[in-house]
């Protein structure tokens, strides 16, 4: 098994938070995305969609998608579990883990992609070359901030997203919440609770992963 | 238990479709998109994101997002599996059900939502109001035209879209498919792959949910 990895990345980053909670570890290659590696040809003969994360399991089968890669291992290694353990949690948490990565992760791919300097011509990530739409970027900071008072909502009812135990949905929230500081934005100071929230997941030994 | 649906919208169908693969059946309450009833203080009690699925458990629980209601049924009901059945199949599934759904579905909306006289100050679903972008109209219908393209790849190597067995992500793209046809575009005569398939799970009685 082989883990393609970007340890700057937000993507990658929710697989290896993922990974430390449940204590796993796999053997894992740095792909230099400052310098573009993700479009070489080698890099493309092992996802076309030029992006990371990816895993590689020991029959070559490659998931390249971060959720996807999280579904492999929490089929392998149930506990602890992270994506539920009844039916009503599991729909929870994947409803959770659905909104924060909407409305917060892609929020900020949407204002970090379509602004910096450094991202001319790719708002997207992959192959296909997209020019920045500065509407978009704009949007996606008004995004940014409407999810952190979604977020400071939720907390002020639930110790984490989607209920009494941390799962899935905490990791793409703390990513989110984290990737937004590329782009300058933080929590107000009066988001008292995603604040005590983004507190407590930060001192879990998986969020420096 | 209580589905609350639109008989005309595309995330709602993505559940129907599902069940109907299931061969369960829930009492269910349309909600009238057209005349913005999702808005009503009526509905958003039920469902404060002004959205629809909603599925209501007879806790008082409300799923509110498309897959997170796929997946509590999946749970329920595990047979037929939509969603996979070795840790393998369920990864590549929920993987390419994901590809679909950024690719495929979330550029349709891109498209019309960004366009749509009819839905101007509405540009993202929910209760907030965001202006219509028409630069990123255009952007989303030349993803779905990669996105016929890369379907149609995919199909030249493989009957369904995670492998050997219809699954979520056969409903994801077939939805995302149909829903093309809202801003008129449609799989060009070359996507010979994409058409058999397209016609192979429109055969299926589930395609009419």
Known sequence: MKFYDCSTAPSPRRVRIFLAEKGISVPTVQVDLRN??????AFRAINPDATVPVLELDD???ITDAVGICVYFEAIQPRPALMGET??????IASWQRTAERNGLYAGMEALRNASPAL?????????????????????????SR???QMDARFSESEFVAGPRYSIADITT???????????LSAPEECVHLRRWHAQVTARPSAKA
């Open 36 to 41: 573009n590696e993700q479009m070489s040809p």
């Open 60 to 62: 070559g089968t490659r």
């Open 87 to 92: 039916a009503e949690e599991k729909a929870l």
């Open 120 to 144: 001319k011509g790719r708002a997207l990530p992959g192959p296909d070359s997209y020019e920045q739409i500065p509407a978009l970027a704009e949007r996606g900071r008004a995004r940014i």
């Open 147 to 149: 999810f952190f008072a």
């Open 174 to 184: 703390l990513v989110a919440v984290d990737f937004a500081r590329w782009v300058k």
